[in-house]
């Protein structure tokens, strides 16, 4: 099936700029007033526009409208802001600011972000960006384990000789769970870890020692292992292998993903259609890095 000019053009990322465009100079309009206008410097005109939109900011902070005074507060709140605002242009303290202009182009981007929204991506769209991108939702192999500590600071010469004699009295245990709390010494930790990935075991007992964990025969005490605290005897209950999850399972992240780097790529081409706008000069460049501005880097 053909499909419809309509459809296919909005998709088109020049459709969007143009889009937005408008919707940037109606904004300025709406907000501003027209330069039919033309008011006067010391003219501040409140249009139905910006109050409403003080009225929107409003709700969408305090999940109400305002009430007439809050209104009125709002109105007199804004028009002081104008009234210093117009005085600090005229005394041009907008000049060379470094924060005035970080802050202005902030809402531009702020502002081409909310209306640069991409469309809802078609299934096979999103597949095929899910199946290029399966190994970032890859859940990763958990292990479960238990560990017995032995104290190198209050054992000192015989740490290994009687993590190796604890080691047998582990292994001659029915289970476990039986009698294993009552060997080795005290520990800061836990004693027993359900289904952990290898960084949240890194980030407790070193690189080292998730490594040596994920590689022990599940079912069976073993040691010693060594960490950052001591030694430790490992029984390994149970381990689950990494798996890739089927896009159902997912699919809501996928989708936010999709749409955070599709709002970005509109962005960028956003900025480079605003860019080629412009003819930038730069004088004596100081390395290759200032150079390629002048060949169209960001």
């Known amino acids: 099936m053909t499909t419809p000019w309509s459809s296919r053009a909005a998709r088109e990322p020049l459709v969007h700029f143009l889009l937005l465009g408008a919707a940037i100079y109606g904004l300025a309009a709406l907000l501003g007033g027209s330069d039919e206008e033309a008011p006067d410097e010391r003219t501040i005109h409140v249009t139905a526009g910006q109050i409403a939109w003080l009225e929107g ?4 902070r ?12 709002l109105i007199r709140a804004h028009v002081r ?7 600090a242009l005229a005394m041009g303290l907008d000049q060379d600011d470094t924060i005035v202009r970080r802050r202005l182009a902030q809402k ?6 909310d209306l640069l929204a991409p469309p809802a991506p078609e299934d096979a769209e999103l597949e095929a960006w899910f199946a290029a ?15 017995v500590f032995i104290d190198p600071d209050r054992r000192e010469d015989r740490t290994l000789a009687d993590a190796d004699a604890i080691l047998a009295e582990l292994r001659a245990l029915p289970s476990p769970d039986e009698g294993s709390d009552a060997l080795g010494d005290p520990f800061m930790l836990q004693r027993y870890y359900p289904e952990r990935s290898e960084p949240e075991i890194a980030k407790l007992f070193g690189a080292e020692f998730a490594r040596s964990v994920f590689e022990l025969e599940p079912d069976r005490w073993h040691g010693p292992v060594l960490s950052g605290y001591g ?13 890739d999850p089927e896009l159902e399972a997912v699919r809501e992240r996928v989708a936010q993903d999709w749409e955070d780097e599709r709002r970005e790529e509109l962005n960028d081409e956003f900025y480079a259609q605003l860019r080629a706008r412009y003819t930038i000069r730069i004088d004596e460049p100081a390395s290759p890095d200032v150079a390629a501005l002048k060949t169209g880097g960001q």
Do not use: C, M
């Open 57 to 60: 900011s409003w709700e969408k």
């Open 62 to 73: 305090w999940n109400r409208l305002p009430t007439p005074d809050e209104r009125a507060g």
């Open 81 to 87: 802001e104008t009234v210093l605002y117009r005085e």
């Open 108 to 113: 531009l981007e702020f502002l081409s972000q």
């Open 133 to 147: 991108r399966a190994e970032q939702y890859r859940e990763p192999a958990l292990v479960t384990f238990t560990h």
């Open 231 to 243: 030694v430790h005897l490992i029984y390994v209950h149970h381990r689950e292998e990494a798996r």
